[in-house]
């Protein structure tokens, strides 16, 4: 089930949510008109573009406290709402035609883009309990979702499903649904199992760069969250207007540098990739307070109830069905989908939507229904093709295409490694018959004027993948291979879904255990033995050579308890380590065996020996498959009762971490001492029959 981050049940200030009464707030986005702005005027533009989001939210919060004057007056939207918020509009256009005309040619045509109109949302119904009667929305959503999907070489979205045939909620809360009046409703979901199977992938040539390099940071179970986006609207608090859900990167808001980006904790298994992965947060229309209930971006701007902590997160960089690819350029941006897809169209609609066993089949405008033992799965198939010049542009997409129906990137664009986010879920199928009462909605937060639609979905990337790293992802996709976390052309270098900074869902992260001692974002034992957290025994991070007694890592750990054997992986890791971890830890303070060969990192998957089982309980937080290492199962052996003695358990031990000369080198000693042994038997059997 769902795991709640920061949530609490009290009922403070649960009247920050207010009903909607029916309607949303229509406004052109300017931010998708304005493609070419001189990098000198883009601070400034930034800012303004974010006070005319800022602007509409506030609108948006003027619907919710007039519902009775907006029935009992026709005219009252439009005077009181939308007009001034179109005076607002205007002034703001003015200042950003002035910041760009000061180093540039004036951009034609901004002052049409002030107008903005309140109109019925689509989603209110005549009366609390009935169901609804929306006419598919006006304007700019006409069309399907499908449309938007089809220069993007993805799922093929079908006739009926498009985002822009807003249908009425079934009973639940009065105005635009949800608790708090903004969304979700009845109609913005579908059983998956009515969906045709629909995913067309390009053919692939000869020519094709088939491999894929996997990076993995966790799921952000230390719940880092903010409402900004750095991309979008840098050095502004709140610019989302929504929370979003952080991986990878830990110094990742408003107001971080490429600098503070490079200088910044990672959560991924990998410390050579510090990049930042981030998307808008899930949460359960439930009730549950979150910590930002009373805060813009969160209540206040109808994102309510509790967030869901994904159940697994992969990141996966795959390659092109053309030709090869090159690499990134360091700090890029990309953001795929579109925020305002619900005003806008789906012509930037990027976000998919499934089921776990029927991801053939993919949603672009509604949430999936998923059968019993069935998760909810979004995925973000990124742009790929770069302009080969720019990190970033005005409206941060034009430096960046996705490939045609055929596999090609524009002409003068360049193929890059494809990102591919896939997120899963661990929610029920909401009861749609009682608005959600019995078994509660989800959606993705949103602008407040996006009522959470599934189509506003949007995911955003910023590489700041290490130059080496970057260029062993490139071979290894033009080569073939799969590489990275848990790859074999890579190295084991992910593992169990990576660490976060309170230690949790740490695990077997392979090579990425001995990155950094001090990085509280690796769990498990790091270079000195000493446990963060959760994590247990990371192969090359663990206790090398440094039993708990000072004798070697050699299936003795603990005084021959396994070193995981009672503390393990658990789970979302708020917990204290266990017995078996703190008995690691104290072995670390001893002194290692004098002549005895640690591990080397050629020997890392075999666990340094069969005391560490890190493959019994590894695995388990991020589904990875390092539990099926041969180290975990020869300690299980070594732990049952009548099993091999411990001589053989150390011999065992000694076969994986040294050679075979080695370990008889290890054994002859012992052997001449049982010639001794034996030959001062026969000396005393002579002297007592001479006695």
């Known amino acids: 089930m769902a795991a709640n981050v920061y949530a609490s049940a009290t009922e403070e200030g649960a009247d920050a949510a207010q009903v909607f009464a029916g309607a949303t707030i229509d406004c052109p986005d300017v931010a998708t008109e304005l493609t070419d702005v001189p990098e000198e005027a883009r601070p400034e533009v930034d800012k303004e573009l974010a006070a005319l989001d800022a602007q509409i939210a506030d609108a948006y919060k003027r619907i919710g406290e007039s519902a009775d004057a907006l029935r009992q007056d026709p005219n009252f939207a439009e005077n009181a709402i939308a007009g001034p918020l179109t005076e607002k509009r205007s002034a703001t256009l003015a200042r950003i035609a002035t910041a760009i005309d000061r180093v540039g040619d004036r951009p034609e045509g901004l002052d049409e883009l002030a107008a903005c109109a309140v109109r019925e949302s689509g989603n209110a119904q005549p009366d609390a309990g009935q169901e609804g009667g929306g006419d598919g929305g006006e304007g700019a959503q006409g069309g399907d979702a499908g449309d938007g999907q089809d220069q993007q070489g993805g799922a093929q979205g079908q006739d009926g499903q498009g985002g822009q045939d807003q249908e009425g909620g079934q009973g639940g809360d009065a105005g635009n649904g949800g608790e708090a009046g903004n969304g979700p409703v009845a109609g913005d979901y579908v059983d998956i199992k009515s969906i045709q199977p629909n995913v067309a992938e390009p053919e692939a040539s000869a020519n094709a760069s088939r491999g894929t390099f996997v990076s993995e940071c966790g799921v952000n179970a230390n719940g880092l969250f903010n409402s900004d986006n750095v991309i979008a609207a840098p050095g502004v608090a709140n610019g989302a ?46 009730g549950v307070e979150e910590r930002d209930a009373n805060s813009p971006g969160g209540g206040i701007e109808g994102n309510v109830g509790e967030i869901v902590t994904p159940k697994e997160v992969t990141l996966s960089f795959e390659g092109n069905p053309k030709g090869e690819v090159t690499a990134m350029p360091r700090f890029l941006r990309i953001i795929t989908g579109d925020a305002k897809s619900f005003v806008n169209g789906p012509a930037n609609a990027n976000a998919s939507w499934s089921c776990t066993g029927f991801e053939d089949r993919q949603l672009t405008d509604k949430y999936p229904l998923c059968p019993e033992g069935s998760d909810v799965v979004r995925t973000f198939d990124f742009q790929s093709c770069w302009d080969g010049r720019n990190t970033d542009s005005a409206n941060h997409r034009t430096h960046m295409a996705f490939v045609d129906e055929q596999g090609n990137c524009p002409s003068g664009f360049k193929p890059v490694p494809q990102l591919v986010q896939r997120i899963v879920y661990d929610v029920d199928a909401p009861s749609l018959d009682d608005g959600g009462k019995t078994v509660p909605l989800f959606a993705v937060d949103s602008f407040p004027e996006q009522l959470h639609k599934p189509i506003t979905d949007h995911g955003d990337f910023i590489n700041v993948f290490d130059e080496d790293l970057m260029n062993e992802m490139v071979d290894c996709i033009n080569e073939g291979r799969t590489c990275g976390a848990g790859g074999n052309g890579g190295g084991d270098n992910g593992g169990d879904n990576g660490g976060d900074g309170n230690g949790n869902g740490g695990g077997d992260a392979g090579n990425g255990g001995d990155n950094d001692a001090e990085d509280p974002n690796q769990g498990g034992d790091q270079n000195d033995g000493a446990d963060q957290g959760n994590g247990g025994d990371q192969n090359n991070g663990g206790d090398q050579g440094k039993g708990d007694d000072g004798k070697q890592d050699d299936g003795k750990q603990n005084d021959g308890k396994q070193d995981d054997g009672k503390g393990g992986d658990q789970g979302d890791g708020g917990q204290e380590p266990a017995a078996g971890d703190k008995g690691a830890d104290k072995g670390a303070d001893k002194p290692a065996q004098p002549n005895v060969k640690a591990s080397s990192p050629a020997d890392d998957d075999q666990d340094t020996g069969a005391g560490n089982q890190d493959a019994g309980k590894d695995g388990k937080d991020g589904k990875g498959e390092d539990g099926k290492d041969d180290g975990g199962q020869q300690a299980q052996a070594a732990q049952v009762p009548g099993t091999l003695p411990e001589v053989e358990r150390t011999t065992g031990a000694q076969a994986q971490g040294g050679s075979l000369a080695e370990t008889g080198a290890q054994l002859w000693p012992a052997a001449v001492g049982g010639v001794l042994v034996i030959f001062g038997f026969f000396v005393l059997r002579s002297v007592r029959r001479n006695a």
Do not use: M
């Open 241 to 286: 207007h929504h929370f979003h859900d952080y991986i990878g990167n830990q110094a990742t808001n408003a107001f971080s540098s490429d600098d503070d980006l490079a200088r910044a904790e990672t959560s991924c298994a990998d410390q050579g990739d510090k990049s930042s992965y981030y998307w808008p947060v899930l949460r359960l229309q439930n």
